[in-house]
């Protein structure tokens, strides 16, 4: 069992920044990689980013437009979103997702997500 929890969502004004975290406990000894996923309202669930287990390889949505960072801390097994350059459409609630090892991209695990707002 690992359980997720997402903090570092809030309201902030257009062109500001946030930095998400992810703090993952339980049987987080199973845990490869890791990601964030986001969905607005009215709309599906979208792809954010992407990091592998050793903090090596990052992947990105091509919304992204290199304003959000992925990092992780493995000796601390949380994963982190830096978020620059936000804008109303970035508004969503947003998820933390971890996969196990043998199959890293397959995310079974999620948080409950943390609302992002950010206003124009």
């Known amino acids: 069992q690992v359980q997720l929890v997402e903090s570092g969502g809030g309201l902030v004004q257009a062109g500001g920044s946030l930095r998400l975290s992810c703090a993952a406990s339980g049987r987080t000894f199973s845990i490869s990689s890791m990601a964030w996923f986001r969905q607005a309202p009215g709309k599906e669930r979208e792809f954010v980013a992407h990091?592998?287990?050793?903090?090596?390889?990052?992947n990105y949505a091509n919304f992204v437009k290199g304003r959000f960072t992925i990092s992780r801390d493995n000796a601390k097994t949380t994963a982190y979103l830096q978020m620059n350059s936000l804008q109303p459409e970035d508004t969503a609630v947003y998820y933390c997702?971890?996969?196990?090892?043998?199959?890293?991209?397959?995310?079974?695990?999620w948080g409950l997500g943390t609302q992002v707002t950010v206003s124009s």
């Open positions: 990091i592998n287990r050793s903090g090596g390889i990052t």
């Open positions: 997702a971890a996969a196990p090892n043998l199959r890293p991209l397959d995310y079974s695990y």
